[in-house]
Nanobody
Framework: QVQLVESGGGLVQAGGSLRLSCAAS?????????VGWFRQAPGKERTFVAR????????HYADSVKGRFTISRDGDKNTVYLQMNSLKPEDTAVYYC?????????WGQGTQVTVSS
């Protein structure tokens, strides 16, 4: 079985920074070819934030976070990070780690990020 666990969320003032981590455990039939971050505010849809494609080291970001957030991974590829700088109140949400392989997506439990102003 596969499990994703997020950590690093918290309360921060506008303009501050946080670094989220996503640790993956377990094994799948094929390696993960996509790892990304989504977020969801209460009463709103879950939206894409950033993704990292391990097969080609490609990255992609939502326009709302481009230039402020950076996705990265460790050398063993079992931990993915989201560095969030210049945080804004509109970044407040539960952030979810997502990993995909063979068309199957796995999700973490989420970590709360709250930005005050």
């Amino acid at each position: 079985q596969v499990q994703l666990v997020e950590s690093g969320g918290g309360l921060v003032q506008a303009g501050g920074s946080l670094r989220l981590s996503c640790a993956a455990s377990g094994r799948t039939a094929t390696p993960f070819d996509m790892v990304g971050w989504f977020r969801q505010a209460p009463g709103k849809e879950r939206t894409f934030v950033a993704r990292f494609i391990s097969s080609n080291s490609g990255t992609h970001y939502a326009d709302s976070v481009k230039g402020r957030f950076t996705i990265s991974r460790d050398g063993d590829k079992n931990t993915v990070y989201l560095q969030m700088n210049s945080l804004k109140p509109e970044d407040t949400a539960v952030y979810y780690c997502n990993a995909g392989t063979g068309g199957i997506n796995y999700w973490g439990q989420g970590t709360q990020v709250t930005v005050s102003s």
